[in-house]
Nanobody
């Protein structure tokens, strides 16, 4: 069974911070360190959009333009966990946040959902004004 389980979402005031975590489990992730990990988000009535991605080694990271230096993606391969530290949150950051795992072969398209084969169930982030 393949699982990606997100945690850390919640309600926060504008300007506040949250740290999301996504833990991987299952036989497929016995080679977790070979997977690209990404974070996406989806607000009500909107399409799912890319937020951040990190390479298998953690050396390379990419962010959506809207991040503007406020988010940091990181990973701990020993714990099979990827994190998204979100600071200076804005009401427009309100969305369900999903983590995803994809093969290294699709790294060059890491901003696209099609680059990822496995998805978590999502965690709600609500930012009040």
């Amino acid at each position: 069974q393949v699982q990606l389980v997100e945690s850390g979402g919640g309600l926060v005031q504008a300007g506040g911070s949250l740290r999301l975590a996504c833990a991987a489990s299952g036989r497929t992730f016995s080679s977790y360190a070979t997977y690209t990990m990404g974070w996406f988000r989806q607000a009500p009535g909107k399409e799912r959009e890319f937020a951040a991605a990190i390479s298998w080694s953690g050396e390379d990271t990419y962010y959506a333009d809207f991040v503007q230096g406020r988010f940091t993606i990181s990973r701990d391969n020993a714990k099979k966990t990827v994190y998204l530290q979100m600071n200076s949150l804005k009401p427009e950051d309100t969305a369900v946040y999903y983590c995803a795992a994809g093969p290294v072969s699709k790294w060059t398209t890491n901003r696209a959902p099609r680059a990822y084969d496995y998805w978590g169930q999502g965690t709600q982030v609500t930012v009040s004004s």
